[in-house]
């Protein structure tokens, strides 16, 4: 695992790189998910999938840049998917940006998800980490990722981000999110899911959500290599993740590229989310 875990630091800084000076021009090319595919999604994708193609502890890769997972070393334990470049259409109005990473044992269903890790591209290079508990480190100078602190979250925050086409959400959760604004929480959204979610976990606490919508109906985030990487940071911190009703983790996905409703936060603000979805 810890060989995972260094692959991603040497290809995040190969991938800070590629950000500050390469071109943010879109491809012809779309994703298997119909996303017209920046030539810095392709790059990114492509730095991951050499690094871990080195490791003989990796069985499969699958990437949400990629239609179908690519085998590796048959006997090997470790599947791990990942999203390159995740709020790719921010990198050229120069928002931060971040990798996801989930690794998996023996198939990639919430249960099989073994640990997680991201990585912020923004004034600084962060990366967190997820096993049993949830470390925070910083790039230094030296190119070195130096440990800052343990991630915990209160068990109540401040900071709503509200994701999904506000015209298509449902009454419920537009009365919910007014509500949580009424109790004078904070907005703050980008249109990046790992930097808004950093921002909940270091401030400690808060919610973020995507929901079902009438434009779409099953969520916007992917499962494999968005969401359940992200409920295992959230629950390790102390927090917790939904689809409304049920515990992330517990969701089995029919496709390596489904999406899922997602809400992601610590205690006080799910609880107010089941209230209003069960
Ligand atoms: P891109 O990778 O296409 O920029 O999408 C980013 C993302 O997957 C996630 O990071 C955001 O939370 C979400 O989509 C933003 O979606 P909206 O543009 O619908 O708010």
Redesign the pocket.
């Known amino acids: 695992m810890q060989e995972i875990f260094d692959a991603i630091k040497s290809v995040s800084i190969k991938i800070k790189n590629a950000l500050a000076y390469e071109d943010t021009n879109y491809t012809e090319q779309t994703n298997s998910t119909g996303?017209t595919q920046l030539a810095l999604d392709v790059r990114c994708d492509l730095l991951i999938q050499e690094e871990l193609s080195k490791l003989s502890c990796v069985k499969q890769i699958i990437s949400e840049e990629k239609e179908k997972p690519m085998d590796l070393n048959e006997n090997a334990r470790f599947i791990v998917a990942y999203d390159p470049l995740?709020?790719?259409?921010?990198v050229d109005v120069n928002l931060s940006v971040g990798s996801i990473f989930g690794i998996y044992e023996n198939g990639i269903c919430g249960r099989d998800l073994v640990a997680s890790a991201y990585v912020v591209y923004g004034p600084r290079v962060e990366l967190v980490i997820a096993t049993d508990d949830v470390k925070l480190y910083r790039l230094n100078s030296k190119n070195e990722f130096k440990f800052i602190k343990n991630i915990k979250l209160n068990t109540k925050g401040k900071h709503n981000a509200p994701?999904?086409?506000q015209k298509c959400w449902e009454p419920k959760h537009k009365q919910m999110i007014d509500d949580i604004f009424k109790d004078g929480y904070r907005l703050r959204y980008s249109?990046?899911?790992?930097p808004?979610l950093h921002q909940i976990l270091l401030k400690g606490g808060g919610l973020f959500s995507?929901p079902a919508t009438s434009d779409n109906k099953k969520g916007?985030?992917r499962l494999v290599f968005?969401v359940f990487p992200f409920a295992h940071v959230f629950k390790k911190a102390g927090g917790e993740a939904i689809d409304g009703k049920n515990d992330i983790l517990t969701l089995s996905p029919s496709h390596p590229h489904d999406t899922s409703p997602c809400f992601f936060g610590s205690l006080k603000e799910i609880e107010r989310v089941k209230k209003v979805y069960e």
């Open positions: 996303d995740d709020g790719s259409s921010l994701g999904g086409t249109g990046g899911m790992v808004d995507y916007k985030l968005e």
